[in-house]
T-cell receptor, first 115, second 116 residues
Framework: GDSVTQMEGPVTLSEEAFLTINCTYT??????LFWYVQYPGEGLQLLLK?????DKGSNKGFEATYRKETTSFHLEKGSVQVSDSAVYFC??????????????FGKGTKLSVIP | GAGVSQSPSNKVTEKGKDVELRCDPI?????LYWYRQSLGQGLEFLIY????????KSGLPSDRFSAERTGGSVSTLTIQRTQQEDSAVYLC??????????????FGPGTRLTVL
């Protein structure tokens, strides 16, 4: 079945460090890909998305490029801030057999940024 | 409304009792989804509504789980005879149409259910 694998956390970085969170997927079709973020005490928020190969999603300094050849959608940020501390979820969306576009999530990566 | 809202935010119940969880989607969103977030299973899909119909119930873990949606708006997820393994955060999401893979799903803050 469809699945998403993302790097295990927790990840601890110093402020202004470079961030990469790896995400790879397995899917039978051509999914849309998403990164969601969950800040402490808050709900899931869409961070960025890409809907076709070679698309780059970007938001708040974060970027991810849809790589069909490597089935990857790695999240990157050049200089993290303490406020980026959160749990990051990679997800894909495909049409299910029953006709819905349900999200399939990775297990999440907790990022802690220290001053 | 401004966003997806869910109630209650926290629910503690005893094993064997029934619980109802409520979701108010964003106004005008025809698609509504329920997900569950638990330590062991991560985030998993439960059920999808298009309007008041539920064409995809494939994620409901057992027949103790049911959901309905009325007026194309509010949805209620009901868990009967709760078990300890039902303890999780139940998340609701809505999207504008549900008919396209590019539709963004907007999530509510969740209901944390604890079954003692």
């Amino acid at each position: 079945g469809d699945s998403v694998t993302q790097m295990e956390g927790p990840v601890t970085l110093s402020e202004e460090a470079f961030l990469t969170i790896n995400c790879t997927y397995t899917a039978t079709g051509y999914p849309s890909l998403f990164w969601y973020v969950q800040y402490p005490g808050e709900g899931l928020q869409l961070l960025l998305k890409a809907t076709k190969a070679d698309d780059k999603g970007s938001n708040k300094g974060f970027e991810a490029t849809y790589r069909k050849e490597t089935t990857s959608f790695h999240l990157e940020k050049g200089s993290v801030q303490v406020s980026d501390s959160a749990v990051y979820f990679c997800a894909l969306i495909l049409r299910s057999g029953a006709g819905s576009y349900q999200l399939t999530f990775g297990k999440g990566t907790k990022l802690s940024v220290i001053p | 409304g401004a966003g997806v809202s869910q109630s209650p935010s926290n629910k503690v119940t005893e094993k064997g009792k029934d619980v109802e969880l409520r979701c108010d989607p964003i106004s005008g969103h025809t698609a509504l989804y329920w997900y569950r977030q638990s330590l062991g299973q991560g985030l998993e899909f439960l059920i999808y509504f298009q309007g008041n119909s539920a064409p995809d119930k494939s994620g409901l873990p057992s027949d103790r789980f049911s959901a309905e949606r009325t007026g194309g708006s509010v949805s209620t997820l009901t868990i009967q005879r709760t078990q300890q393994e039902d303890s999780a955060v139940y998340l609701c999401a809505s999207s504008l149409s549900g008919g396209f893979p590019t539709d963004t799903q907007y999530f509510g803050p969740g209901t944390r259910l604890t079954v003692l």
